[in-house]
């Protein structure tokens, strides 16, 4: 009980804490109990991201994390009137899961 009581906290940090865009090391943010769960990006153009690299810490990892992750993060460039283009495998298979809440966001 104690662990299903800790891992529905840390998904409420993943939901609510604010995105940090760490620019100097290219990443988008989000503090998870100590550790980040983060986006690696490379700015392309003025309001254009590629993601790269999405990671959860490994203690979370099989716990549906990643994907609260690229919802987060996809809903906050949108706010942010920019562009994403999807290196990055995972959030590649995220994005065709999702493909009609996001396509007009998504650069080829």
């Given at each position: 009980m104690r662990?299903?009581?800790?891992?529905?906290s840390i998904r409420n940090n993943l939901r609510t804490?604010?995105?940090q865009d760490n620019l100097e090391r290219q990443e988008?943010?989000?503090l998870l109990n100590g550790d980040f769960a983060t986006v690696e990006y490379k700015?392309?153009?003025n309001k254009s991201y590629d993601l790269i690299h999405a990671h959860i810490p490994d203690t979370y990892h099989g716990q549906g994390l990643g994907a609260i992750l690229a919802e987060r993060v996809f809903d906050h460039i949108i706010t942010n009137?920019?562009?994403?283009k999807i290196s990055c495998e995972f959030l590649q298979r995220f994005l065709k899961s999702n493909n009609?809440?996001?396509k007009m966001h998504?650069?080829?």
């Open positions: 662990i299903f009581t800790i891992l529905r804490n604010p995105i988008f943010r989000i700015k392309i153009g009137n920019s562009k994403m009609d809440r996001y998504v650069l080829e």
